[in-house]
């Protein structure tokens, strides 16, 4: 539907990830290729799941324009949110980066052991949610 080539891996089959985790997880894959699809312009898209140490890490990233400076600051970054909270929640954290000779990344690191937890009545500020490093132009 969205004319990508998507490729998918996954370093470590034997890894079982349940419920409530595999959905947050779903959910930040299935928002991060709504996003490519609405705003990168990529043709190719990698989804990466591996075990680092202790250490969950989901990767998609694209070939796509990258995001832009401020992306986290634009108040209309509804889905990045979303993002960020399901990764917050498994008690970890979501990075947005370009990479060179890349277009977007994001990517998830969470413990392997999650304790999902609730989210707080009041979030800190997207940009705080989230580690954004600075994006060039």
């Known amino acids: 539907r969205l004319d990508l080539e998507v490729t998918?891996?996954?370093?470590?089959?034997e890894l079982e990830i349940r419920d409530p985790a595999a959905t947050a997880l779903y959910r930040i894959v299935q928002e991060a290729l709504a996003n490519v699809g609405r705003h990168a312009q990529a043709t190719d898209v990698r989804i990466e799941l591996l075990r680092e140490g202790n250490e969950?890490?989901?990767?998609?990233e694209d070939n796509g324009t990258g995001f832009p400076e401020g992306t986290l600051d634009a108040?209309?970054?509804?889905?990045l949110l979303g993002m960020c909270e399901r990764a917050h929640m498994l008690g970890g954290h979501l990075e947005l980066s370009n990479p060179p000779g890349s277009g977007g990344?994001?990517?998830v690191r969470t413990p392997i052991d999650f304790k999902v937890r609730g989210?707080?009545?009041?979030?800190?500020p997207l940009p705080q949610l989230c580690i954004q490093p600075t994006l060039p132009p």
């Not at 969950?56 to 998609?60: A, H, Y």
């Open 8 to 13: 998918v891996r996954f370093f470590n089959p």
């Open 56 to 60: 969950l890490v989901l990767t998609v």
């Open 75 to 79: 108040g209309q970054a509804l889905g």
């Open 105 to 107: 990344r994001v990517q």
């Open 119 to 124: 989210l707080p009545t009041a979030l800190p």
